[in-house]
């Protein structure tokens, strides 16, 4: 059974940084493309990364990067490094088991940008 579990969300000021952390277990990891993607209050739900199993990132074209993924095979995990944070940046940040966040996703971690 696939099971994801994100960690590392919060409150923090605009400007500020947060590293998510997406843990995965009952699948091969090492081998499976993974993703991030989030939902703001009232929108739908925006791919914001991918990274392939040999750690290879894709981004979309609009965000060029702006959050750069990782991955550690070793620890069956995906992470999510976040700077400059925006108001318009709060939302549930889920990493999910596909390149484009269009597979199975976790319960989702809550990020929230305001002063």
């Known amino acids: 059974e696939v099971q994801l579990v994100e960690s590392g969300g919060g409150w923090v000021q605009p400007g500020g940084s947060l590293n998510l952390s997406c843990a995965a277990s009952?699948?091969?990891?090492?081998?499976?493309?993974m993703s991030w993607v989030r939902q703001a209050p009232g929108k739908g739900f925006e791919w914001l990364a991918g990274?392939?199993?040999?750690?290879?990132?894709l981004y979309p074209q609009h965000l060029k990067g702006r959050f750069p993924i990782s991955r550690d095979n070793g620890r069956n995990s995906v992470s999510l490094q976040m700077d400059n944070l925006q108001p318009d940046d709060t939302g549930v940040y889920y990493c999910?088991?596909?390149?484009?966040?269009?597979?199975?996703r976790g319960p989702g971690t809550q990020v929230t940008v305001s002063s």
């Open positions: 999910s088991v596909d390149l484009m966040g269009l597979g199975p």
């Open positions: 009952g699948f091969t990891f090492s081998t499976i493309p």
């Open positions: 990274i392939y199993g040999d750690g290879t990132p």
